[in-house]
């Protein structure tokens, strides 16, 4: 099982960027997907989140800026970002629950980070 993610880059500030993570193998279930944002020095820190029932969580830097959703049906989780700020700048890692096929339980899974660049 691996996590692709795609759709960082550069924007100015005001602009959008929409990210997104597939989860890929043999999958049985996927709980919940989100994304993460780290800076240099300091922790990975939640952006959003989104478990299988349709429940979210937002940091409240991106609330009302920040929209997350799924694809179950493709085992994809989306980050739309609008109204990006020179704040947002980071590294944007995918993270995902994920119980692989023949296994009782899960595990959490981490994509390469995908750069994201705001500039003012």
């Known amino acids: 099982v691996q996590l692709q993610a795609s759709g960082g880059g550069l924007v100015q500030a005001g602009g959008c960027l929409r990210l997104s993570c597939a989860a890929l193998g043999s999958i049985f279930s996927i709980n919940v997907m989100g994304w993460y944002r780290q800076v240099p020095g300091k922790q990975r820190e939640l952006v959003a989140s989104l478990n299988n029932e349709g429940g979210t969580n937002y940091a409240d830097s991106v609330k009302g800026r920040f929209t997350i959703s799924r694809d179950n049906a493709k085992n994809t989780v989306y980050l739309q970002m609008n109204s990006l700020k020179p704040e947002d700048t980071g590294v944007f890692y995918c993270?995902?629950?994920?119980?692989?096929?023949?296994?009782?339980?899960?595990?959490?899974?981490w994509g390469e980070g995908t750069q994201v660049t705001v500039s003012s």
């Open positions: 993270n995902a629950w994920i119980t692989e096929r023949g296994r009782l339980r899960g595990m959490a899974y």
